[in-house]
């Protein structure tokens, strides 16, 4: 089956330590995204990708950090330096057909929980 | 710029009908409908394009008002399956691709 996949579901980490969440996708999408979502705040850009070796950050990118060495591949990193980070991530993916009406899906998320 | 949803909740009896907005300030190329239960992925339900046209999707439909950059997103005769929230999210005129989401709508239909 098609699809992207987030792993682990449920994350626990200390304050002050890195995390990395994992995104794979095997729907041979060129363009890949991280979100992060709040209560109340919906869903706010944090990096994105539109081709290997290539990445761009988002809207709110301060604290975290971002590889794209595969083109299935999409792993966040959420630093020591990112104050708030408790949240729920999800990961996307866009087929890139050169024109604005390309839809992006969503991977199931991640629930990262900073103790 | 994020667009405005409104209502930010509304709450249903199964059967009744309702209306959720989405306004930007921007000048708008494509609105794009998602439904999220809690704790899972959002799902995509459809994209209006600019041009004022009308979609469905079950009994689920949209439209896109180019004048006044608003798209309207209406559920009728709602089941329980369609409690959850909805975002929409918006791509802007100009050459890049970057959809902005809404803060969301908790739609809640009760029996």
């Known amino acids: 089956d098609g699809g992207i996949t987030q792993s682990p579901k449920y994350l626990f980490r200390k304050e002050g330590q890195n995390v990395t969440l994992s995104c794979e996708q095997n729907?041979?999408?060129?363009?890949m995204y991280w979100y992060r979502q709040d209560p109340g705040q919906g869903l706010r850009l944090i990096y994105y990708s539109q081709i290997v070796n290539d990445f761009q950050k988002g809207d709110i990118a301060e604290g975290y950090s971002v590889s794209r060495e595969k083109k299935e591949s999409f792993p966040l990193t959420v630093t020591s330096a990112q104050k708030n980070p408790t949240a729920f991530y999800l990961c996307?993916?866009?087929?890139?057909?050169?024109?604005?009406?390309?839809?992006?899906?969503f991977g199931p998320g991640t629930r990262l929980t900073v103790l | 710029q994020q667009p405005v949803q409104s209502p930010q909740a509304v709450i249903l009896r199964e059967g009744e009908d309702a209306v959720i907005n989405c306004s930007s300030s921007k000048a708008l190329y494509s609105v794009h409908w998602y439904r999220q239960k809690h704790g899972e992925a959002p799902v995509f339900l459809m994209i209006l394009l600019k041009g004022g046209e009308q979609k469905g999707h079950d009994k689920i439909s949209a439209s896109f008002n180019e004048k006044k950059q608003q798209s309207s997103l209406y559920l009728t005769a709602s089941q329980l399956s369609y409690s959850g929230t909805y975002f929409c999210?918006?791509?802007?005129?100009?050459?890049?691709?970057?959809?902005?989401f809404g803060k969301g709508t908790l739609l809640t239909v009760n029996p």
């Open positions: 996307a993916s866009r087929e890139t057909t050169g024109g604005k009406t390309d839809t992006q899906y």
């Open positions: 999210g918006t791509v802007s005129g100009g050459s890049n691709y970057k959809l902005t």
């Open positions: 729907l041979n999408h060129d363009a």
